[in-house]
């Protein structure tokens, strides 16, 4: 069954400007990751915020996270060309070190024109 | 290696035939899984194998699909009997109990894209 949500589905924007995806979850979570997918292939691990943290910055990225309202932003700043692809939430349910299986939204393909 | 290997990257085959597709995880990384990605979709959890346990099946869709793994190495996906629905990028990640449980994210490999014709 579907867990995350990526809003909206598709974004288009002018380089330079900022990027914001948000994603809704249904159930209750041990974190939540960000992961971008270019040209349909592999996916690149972005960023991973734990459900006791709230906010967390990697380089241009920024990542909220709001358990009460099962939701989380990815903020991409002074988008470039080269950030244009689809852009995934990813949920894990598990606990206490174990792994389990990561649960993916459908993704949110962005553009950002030159 | 330095990442996951997947192979082939393409495969095209008739409807029918069986394939296999093969993932190299990273030295090292005790769990295994492989997801589907059907065009424009979002990724479908199939399998995870995760050191000596048995494997988490749940998302197989069907008993055409089987996965094997050898110890912490090499996995193989099959899906028997082919049909056109299958036709999809099948993505193989691995993780680490470092990486996957807080400290980082998954490693995934570059996908196999299956195409039955």
């Known amino acids: 069954s579907q867990q995350g949500e990526e809003d909206p589905q598709a974004l288009s924007i002018q380089e330079g400007e900022n990027a914001t995806m948000n994603c809704s979850y249904k159930?209750?979570?041990?974190?939540l990751q960000w992961y971008r997918q270019n040209s349909g292939r592999g996916l690149v691990h972005l960023i991973l915020i734990r459900s006791n943290e709230r906010e967390k910055h990697s380089g241009r990225l920024r990542v909220t996270l709001d358990t009460s309202k099962k939701s989380s932003s990815l903020l991409i700043t002074a988008s470039r060309a080269a950030d244009t692809a689809s852009y995934f939430c990813?949920?894990?349910?598990?606990?206490?070190?174990?792994?389990?299986?990561?649960?993916f939204g459908k993704g949110t393909k962005l553009s950002v024109k030159p | 290696g330095a990442g996951v290997s997947q192979s082939p990257s393409n495969k095209v085959t008739e409807k029918g035939k069986d394939v296999e597709l093969r993932c190299d995880p990273i030295s090292g990384h005790t769990a295994l899984y492989w997801y589907r990605q059907r065009l424009g979709q979002g990724l479908e959890f199939l399998i995870y194998?995760?050191?000596?346990?048995?494997?988490?099946k749940s998302g197989l869709p069907s008993d055409r699909f089987s996965a094997e793994r050898t110890g912490e190495s090499v996995s193989t996906l099959t899906i028997q009997r082919t049909q056109q629905e299958d036709s999809a990028v099948y993505l193989c990640?691995?993780?680490?109990?470092?990486?996957?449980?807080?400290?980082?994210?998954?490693?995934f490999g570059s996908g196999t894209r299956l195409t039955v014709v």
């Open positions: 194998f995760q050191g000596n346990s048995a494997p988490d």
């Open positions: 990640a691995s993780s680490s109990p470092r990486t996957g449980g807080g400290f980082g994210g998954y490693t």
């Open positions: 159930t209750s979570i041990n974190n």
């Open positions: 990813a949920t894990s349910l598990n606990y206490g070190g174990s792994q389990g299986n990561l649960i």
